[in-house]
């Protein structure tokens, strides 16, 4: 009788210990299905990088004026591909905000400078078309410590305070960060974020 009692014992343990074994990896499981989840939630609000090369920036012809401290340079998109490539041009407000530049000072400060602009009188959706192998020049001009939205011939770009001074050498990167727009029948066929190579300019 008391064999029998420990062997029913046993296999009650036996049976517990499996019981808890199931909870922890049904548990662990949960677990990690969450963290996944999670880890999906997290990738798919990062901005889209384009992997392919049809498109592609640089920054030319980068000067110093010290009348007025600002920085003259001109923002370059080159279509590498087969295909004409439609995006908004800068003026409108689908535009307006695809260009960055950003400059970081011989004393390690990054300076960020986007389009000024933020109420329109007048407002629609218009593309430049970027024929194959061809380039698209933005003239552009940043200040130290004010903001314009137009200065003759250049598109302003302006900082957060516009309270900053320039210490040489800077080194200028350009972003451009593109989505897909349509408005009646305008369209853009882009998108996607491409950036410069550095460059070094001194005073």
Known sequence: MKTLILLALAFFGLLTSSCKSKTSSSANNSTLNSDVVRD???VATLPKVTNDTSLSASIDNAKFEEK???ISLDFVIKNNSSKTIAIAERWNSWGAYQWTVNVTTADHRLIQFKNPQ??????????????PGKEFRVHCRIFANRSAIYEGEFEV????DNRHNFTFPVHIVGIFAAELHSSGQVTTNWEGIIKTPEVE???
């Open 40 to 42: 999906d939630t997290v």
């Open 68 to 70: 007025n401290s600002s």
């Open 118 to 131: 933020r109420i329109w009188k007048r407002n629609f959706l218009s593309t430049v078309d970027i024929e």
């Open 157 to 160: 770009f302006e900082s957060k």
């Open 201 to 203: 300019l001194k005073k």
